[in-house]
Each structure stands twice: as C-alpha cells, then as structure tokens.
C-alpha cells in the first residue's frame, strides 16, 4: 500500500521474533523484505546494508547442506534476493558512476552464476580430477583476463529486472534490460523460426532478430566496436539462444527471402560460451597447470614437435546400432527413448559414419574410431586411451531430460551381451577422467538440459567440462544428418591449420552459408562452443 514506514516497523518485528524462535529462514526472509522495502522508497545505502546482511545468511546456509541437489534447489529459490542486490548497486550507480559500484555489481552476479558448476570444479562433487583452486573472480581480474580484441557479455535473468555487464580489458558496463519473460518469450519466437529449414518463417525471424540484437548486443555497441571475440556468459533462456543468428542491422527488401546475405552477428564476431568468467579462468588454469605441452600449441596436428606423450589426438564413437533395447535396459531408459523417438528403436544416423571416417583420415594412426557394434558404453566408459585423448567426438543421437537432466545423455550400440543400458548418462560423464582439449557431441540437443535459475543449463556440457575438458562443441536443436556431417568434416579440416576452436567452427558455418541449400541458420547455428576457445 506504499506504507513503507509501517511495513518496515513490521519487519523489524518479525525478523526480532524469528531470531527469538532460532527460525533461522525467517530472520533470513524479514531482512530480505526490510532491504526490499528500502529500495522501494529509495534508501539505497540502507537497503544494501540489509540485502548483504541477507545474502550472507543465504551462503551459510547453503554451506551446511551436504546434497548437491538440495544446494542447488536451495539457492534456486532465492535468485530474488540476487536480483535485488544487483537492483540496489544500479541505482547507486546511476547515483554515484565513479563508485565502482558496476564492479561491485559484476563480483555479484559471477557468485549467483556459478555455484553448482563451481562446486564440481573445485572437487566437491565427486571429480578429483579438477584443480581445487578455484575461485570466484574479482572484477579487476575478470578484465585482465581479457585480451584487447575480446568483450565478454555476462547476463543475469530475472523476474523484475535482468541486467547486462558488458567486460573489456579497459571497463565494465553495467546496464539494464527487460525482465526475464518478455527475454524467454524472443528467445521461444526465434527458436520457433529455426526449427525448419523452410522459408516460411523468414519475416518473422527478421523481426525476432532484430529485436533480440536491440535487446542484448545493442546497449554494449560502444563495447564491441573494433572487437573480434565475443565470449558469452548467458543465463536463463538465454542459454537455448544462439547469439550468432542476431542480425545487426535490417536486411534489403528485395522480395525475396535469402538467408546468405543476412547481416548475422556471426559475421561480425566469432563467438564462444561459457557458464561464468570464473569457470572460464578455472578451465584455463586446470588445463595450464595439468599440461606439460604449450597451451598455444595447435592440438590436432599429429606432426607437431611437442606432444603429449602416448595419446591420441582423435577417439570417436559414431554410427551406433540401436535396434530393439534387450532387457537389460531399465523401464525408465525404455520411456525416455520412446518419449525422445516416438520409437523403442531411434533412426540411424547413416551421415555419422561417413563424418567419423573422414575426420579420423586427418589423423591418421594417432586416431582411434569405435563405429556401429563397437559403439559401446562399455568401450567408452573402460577406454583408457580416452582419459588422454584430445578430442573425443561422439555422432549418435543425444537424448536431453529437462525434467530429470541427470539422465539426459548419448545413446550407444547395444548388445545381447552389454552390461551397460545403452545410455550415456550426465551422471556417469562426471565420473569420466578426461584430459581433452576438445569434446564434440555431434548429435542433437546435447546443449540442452534443466535449468535452474542461478545454476545455468545442467546437461552433457556442465558434465564433460566437470570431467576435464577444456571445451564442448554441441547442439541447440535437431539438427539434420547430412548437414552435420558436411559442417563436422569442415570444422576438422580447418583445425588442422587453426588453432583456436571458435574460429574455426565460425569459419566451418560461414562456408556452409555459402552453400544456399544450406544457407539457413537451421543447418549452421545449432552448433555452439562451450569453454576454452
């Protein structure tokens, strides 16, 4: 009723009664409120105080749970008071620029960003095989992280209000955006468009692309001029939304729907992904510290004088044989294949083992390829010579379980004999000791999974990252089998010649749009990296 006096005596008086009671969870919520109620009538200093004072308690409690599950349903359910927080330092922002209020703002959003991943990176989720040190970075160090060509966009959804920190190596921009469901709304209406091939979805594409660049990119322009890289922290929706399809500026009007000549950010930019900054710097300092060859050397080429002593550049597991699951795959693996095919039985994948056999000739005896029978979960999960592996390329079908992501996962050959059920599952990646520069999941929607507001998207991709890879190269939708074969095989070639995996894989989609059978983004823009580039 905008009786802010009266509200807050109230919750002065509820949050001393909690206390009284030892509910800790109600003193949390009536500082929470005091902070909010402070904001709303513009005692911003006041408000911080609380909102710090709230958080605080948050983390400890947080801290004493001993579940995964529980701490990330936990924080899940206090995102709000994230929000909020980052509400109060906008405003005492916009109050005071030379603060370093928008610094403080940054500090706070990669600690609401990153929990659970952080907790499996630093070894508390089973992994030993991960660099314990890792740590939420300061902003000063987010930015020295930074070269001089590359931005980083961190976003934060939420229910009110989202915001945007654009991050060079000179400063940070901290602004507003619209609130999370008019986001998720654009993001479902463009997704919509690239799930066919055909053109009749072009208008409205332009227009939802359009207006996602204005959203997203546009408020950092200044940022990105004369940049080459983007690195993308997404959040929420934001996580199902390629950023290369976003056109940044109108397209002629000829009459004519013609996707190649489209001004797509993918043209401007090579672009990458991430969970956080912090996860990124940890990936990088895992990788440096665990290594003993050049962290610039280009890893495909098998001729290059430093190599990993005994491994392989390339192991792949493709073209599986899925037939009629035998009885020793469970009920529940039996409906989530059903649920995925409308089928026990998945069509095969013909194009996979063209795709494997032509990448596997660039390595020549340094590589390693496990086709139809011999693509098993066995042969994957007992591979030795995986854990040293370069790059592990996986082309079957990817099953994505958004209401129960530990099972989404990679379906495999399967046998009268198998042990195993067929399925890769999320679960059993984290359990996979890898030392990849490179994991490939050429199959479809491996980029999905729940997501959790604060947790990011928990799928195949947080799995193989926790299981010591540097990147992940997957996808955002169905993708359709010949064009990926014809993307992959591109994508190989140019790395025996470039070094850093977002520009090649840019390189590979800007010669497929060249193609104009191939031209719409639906064939191109599935793939993403996720990580290092």
């Not at 009786?3 to 500082?31: C, H, M, P």
């Not at 939802?208 to 940022?223: C, G, I």
Request: glycine fraction near 4%; aromatic fraction near 8%; proline fraction near 3%.
């Amino acid at each position: 009723m905008g009786d802010y006096d009266k509200a807050i005596k109230f919750f002065q008086k509820s949050r001393t009664q909690q206390a009284a009671l030892k509910e800790q969870n109600g003193v949390v919520k009536a500082t929470y409120f005091l902070a909010k109620t402070n904001f709303m009538r513009q005692n911003f200093i006041e408000a911080q105080t609380q909102i710090e004072e709230a958080l605080a308690m948050v983390e400890n409690q947080r801290a004493d749970l001993n579940s995964q599950d529980l701490r990330l349903a936990f924080f899940s359910a206090r995102r709000d008071y994230y929000e909020l927080y980052l509400d109060i330092l906008l405003c005492l922002h916009q109050q005071n620029p030379k603060a370093n209020y928008d610094l403080s703002a940054l500090e706070i959003s990669e600690r609401s960003k990153a929990r659970n991943l952080f907790e499996i990176l630093s070894g508390k989720g089973g992994n030993t095989n991960v660099n314990e040190r890792v740590e939420v970075l300061r902003a000063n160090q987010i930015k020295q992280n930074l070269d001089e060509n590359t931005v980083l966009l961190e976003y934060t959804l939420g229910k009110d209000s989202s915001f945007l920190f654009a991050v060079t190596k000179e400063k940070v921009l901290f602004s507003h955006l619209p609130k999370s469901s008019e986001i998720e709304h654009l993001v479902q209406e463009i997704r919509q468009s690239l799930s066919e091939s055909g053109r009749r979805n072009y208008a409205r594409f332009i227009i939802v692309s359009r207006k996602l660049y204005e959203t997203l990119l546009q408020p950092a322009e200044n940022e990105l001029k004369g940049k080459k890289n983007l690195i993308i922290a997404p959040d929420a929706a934001l996580n199902y939304l390629p950023f290369e399809v976003l056109l940044t500026a109108d397209p002629q009007r000829t009459g004519r729907a013609e996707f190649q000549t489209l001004s797509y950010a993918l043209k401007n930019w090579t672009i990458s992904y991430t969970p956080s900054a912090s996860v990124l710097a940890s990936i990088r300092e895992r990788k440096a510290t665990n290594r003993d060859y050049g962290s610039n050397q280009t890893f495909h080429n098998p001729k290059s004088e430093i190599q990993k002593p005994k491994s392989l550049d390339f192991i792949a597991f493709g073209d599986p044989v899925y037939g009629e699951t035998n009885g020793r795959v469970s009920s529940r693996v039996r409906r989530f294949v059903r649920e995925a095919f409308n089928s026990s039985s998945p069509p095969r994948l013909a194009d996979s083992n063209r795709e494997v056999v032509q990448i596997a000739a660039k390595f020549g005896d340094t590589s390693r390829v496990f086709l139809r029978q011999s693509a098993t979960e066995e042969n994957v999960k007992q591979n030795r010579e995986l854990q040293s592996a370069r790059i592990v390329h996986f082309a079957t079908h990817g099953i994505s379980n958004e209401r129960l992501p530990q099972f989404s996962g990679l379906l495999l050959s399967l046998d009268a004999t198998a042990k195993e059920d067929g399925l890769l599952q999320t679960q059993e990646i984290y359990d996979l000791r890898l030392d990849a520069e490179l994991v490939v999941l050429s199959a479809c929607r491996t980029a999905l999974g729940k997501n959790l507001h604060g947790e990011g998207v928990i799928g195949l991709t947080r799995a193989f990252l926790s299981a010591g890879t540097d990147s992940v190269a997957a996808t955002l939708w169905q993708v359709e089998d010949t064009s990926t074969a014809d993307l992959m095989i591109d994508f190989y070639s140019r790395l025996t010649t470039e070094p850093n995996k977002a520009v090649a894989l840019r390189d590979a989609k800007l010669n497929m749009m060249k193609n104009e059978r191939q031209s719409h983004p639906h064939f191109w823009a599935s793939f993403v990296l996720i990580g290092k580039q």
